[in-house]
């Protein structure tokens, strides 16, 4: 980054507002405040797992050698049978933005997250205030107490924290809906778990952390210039987000709160919580809810999406602050009413006697699978959850019997439903068959363009519905690789149609390889445009054409003949067509000289707007097509 002075005057204007606010507010009671729950003050887990993740971003991915350009593919979580995808999408990112944007999340609900969880424990915290040596000074000379490992300051500040993140970056992988990179997921599960014990606090960090991202973009661009141009015609950015993927780490980092409260006698008040948690899930977009009925529309269920938030932040509010009265408490008034375990019993008896019904109604039917089965096994195991928690006695799990234990039990059954979504999601393969051919190889990546080509992914299981098991048809550079289950879009068709050239980058652990791609055509007059699209791989290979599209016929005529420009495997050729037929061809002129073909002259003019085709014959001269431009 080079040394400019906004940027010396940006930090030395920050430096001096936090050396003020440190000495002003007695230097010392900062520190105190920090290391009283972090080991010398500092979010020790935080720093390392924002480290690991940069880290990989910039060696694995080749960020250093190619910042803007890092190598996505090989770590994205292409299907259950691709391991690699499954251990590495939780840390990978697509580009600079992409990084920056989770990394500031992190470091400022990471480090509230930690704070709330604290390296030292309870019981430290107490001896120290009373005086008394605590578990992590003791155990520098001794184990007198006996304690475990977790409660070392060291161990729950380097591997503990740490290691949750990691976990939950796997998990957010395994259960993403489709194809997930990022660590997005893991940094939602942080401000759920920092929601949950220290609601206020995480209200302040949203504005920390757009405050910090404001900053980081201040340094790195501090002065900005741009024009009016033109863009490529492209989804939403909503369109791309993992909404699924931020709400599974959201309950999951709310399920390990909620454990962690459970063991500590400080609690939120309910109001507290319940409105932290909507301002929250407002603000981080929580409330994302995107459907893709087909290849180009997209809706976003905004409203339906905030009241699932306002929803959301209810049963949380009652799982940790809630009433733990029983759910059903039996009355004076209506002793003939049946108690709630009959009613609850009979419901189970219903529910089973249902599933067997149903199960016996697809064997019977001849159409029913194994995927009908799991779905009804899942529909009945949550419709079962009131029944089971309103049997637990109250000697056994008094909470689970009651308003807020219901409210857990809610919570887990909804971070169950939203991971099991994602199951047959990742039940596909790709079959060697599938695989393109006419383009490059890398590696075993198989780039080609293709239009309106069948996916290659195919479900393993039958889900019984033919509209959703049929595989769809894409137009665009086509990436595959049956070892790694892979079959995508590499580079869309609208972008390149806008572009006229893009790169597609391949590779693995240790090793990349970057296919250019570029496409020529020319604007055929009443008619679609005639294009063909190359690839040159970066290792000095040879370029290969991958495709030309059809033939197109300009709708002007040239003394009762007709004109066509067809792609060719080098390069384009004009047509002449009579009755249909074409009766001689030859190859496009340069720029600004002629040619001869079907007994007219053909020439390429170059003006102010581009490059056009024009023919003459005696007197008539006719414009029937301009070479596409690109942006």
Do not use: C
């Not at 959301?312 to 209506?334: I, K, M, N, Q």
């Not at 293709?450 to 595989?471: F, Y």
């Not at 007219?600 to 014959?617: I, P, Y």
Request: aromatic share 8%; hydrophobic share 45%; no cysteine.
């Amino acid at each position: 980054m080079e040394i400019t002075p906004t940027r010396v005057g940006l930090v030395t204007a920050l430096a001096v507002l936090l050396a003020s606010a440190w000495y002003v507010d007695g230097r010392g009671r900062w520190y105190d405040a920090l290391g009283d729950r972090l080991l010398y003050g500092v979010p020790w887990g935080t720093l390392l797992t924002a480290s690991a993740v940069v880290g990989f971003y910039l060696g694995v991915q080749g960020g250093f050698e190619s910042p803007n350009d890092p190598l996505v593919l090989p770590f994205v979580t292409w299907s259950y049978f691709y391991p690699t995808g499954l251990l590495t999408a939780g840390i990978a990112h697509g580009g600079p933005a992409h990084i920056v944007s989770n990394m500031t999340a992190t470091l400022v609900f990471g480090s509230i997250a930690e704070y709330a969880w604290g390296h030292r424990p309870q019981s430290d915290r107490v001896g120290k205030q009373r005086g008394l040596p605590t578990d992590g000074e003791a155990a520098a000379t001794s184990d007198r107490r006996g304690s475990g490992v977790l409660d070392r300051p060291w161990f729950r500040a380097f591997v503990a924290f740490p290691a949750a993140l990691f976990a939950g970056a796997l998990l957010t992988a395994v259960f993403s809906l489709g194809p997930g990179l990022g660590f997005s997921g893991v940094v939602f599960g942080l401000v759920g778990f920092a929601a949950v014990l220290r609601p206020l606090t995480s209200v302040v960090g949203v504005v920390v952390a757009s405050t910090l991202s404001v900053t980081l973009d201040a340094l790195t661009q501090p002065v900005v210039r741009e024009t009016v141009e033109a863009v490529p015609p492209s989804p939403p950015g909503w369109a791309g987000i993992a909404f699924q993927a931020h709400l599974l780490g959201f309950l999951l980092g709310v399920i390990v709160a909620i454990l962690v409260v459970s063991r500590r006698r400080r609690k939120p008040s309910f109001a507290t919580l319940g409105l932290s948690v909507f301002v929250i899930g407002a603000v981080q977009s929580l409330w994302l809810l995107v459907w893709t009925p087909s290849q180009d529309t997209y809706v976003l269920y905004r409203g339906i999406g905030l009241v699932l938030v306002v929803g959301l932040a209810l049963l949380l509010a009652s799982a940790v602050a809630g009433d733990d009265r029983r759910l059903w408490v039996p009355s004076a008034r209506f002793d003939r009413l049946p108690s709630g375990r009959t009613v609850a019993v009979a419901w189970l008896a219903l529910l089973v006697a249902g599933s067997v019904l149903g199960g016996v109604g697809l064997v019977a039917s001849g159409e029913g699978n194994a995927y009908d089965a799991g779905i009804l096994a899942v529909f009945a195991a949550v419709l079962a959850v009131p029944a089971v928690v309103a049997l637990v006695p109250d000697d056994g799990v008094p909470s689970l019997a009651s308003w807020r234990g219901a409210a857990v039990v809610a919570i887990a059954v909804l971070t169950a439903l939203t991971a099991a979504v994602s199951v047959p999601a990742g039940l596909t393969v790709v079959d060697a068959d599938a695989v393109p051919e006419g383009g490059v190889s890398a590696g075993d990546y198989a780039i080609t363009y293709a239009e309106n080509a069948t996916s290659g992914q195919e479900l393993v299981v039958d889900t019984g519905d033919e509209a959703a098991d049929e595989p769809t048809n894409v137009t665009g550079v086509i990436v595959a690789s049956d070892d790694r289950e892979i079959w995508t879009v590499g580079l869309d068709r609208r972008t390149l149609a806008f572009r006229g050239e893009g790169n597609v980058t391949v590779g693995g652990v240790g090793w990349r390889e970057t296919v250019h791609v570029e496409r020529a055509g020319w604007e055929v007059l009443g008619n679609d445009t005639a294009y063909a699209v190359d690839l040159e791989p970066d290792d000095g290979g040879e370029t290969v054409r991958a495709f030309t599209s059809e033939p197109s016929l300009a709708s002007a005529e040239v003394d009762g003949r007709s004109l066509e420009v067809v792609p060719t495997e080098d390069g384009f050729d004009v047509a002449v067509v009579t009755d249909g037929e074409p009766v001689d061809a030859a190859p496009v002129p340069e720029t600004d000289e002629s040619t001869d073909v079907g007994g007219l002259t053909v020439t390429a003019v170059a003006d102010d707007s581009g490059t056009q085709l024009v023919a003459e014959s005696d007197d008539t001269r006719v414009r029937f097509a301009e070479r596409e431009t690109y942006r």
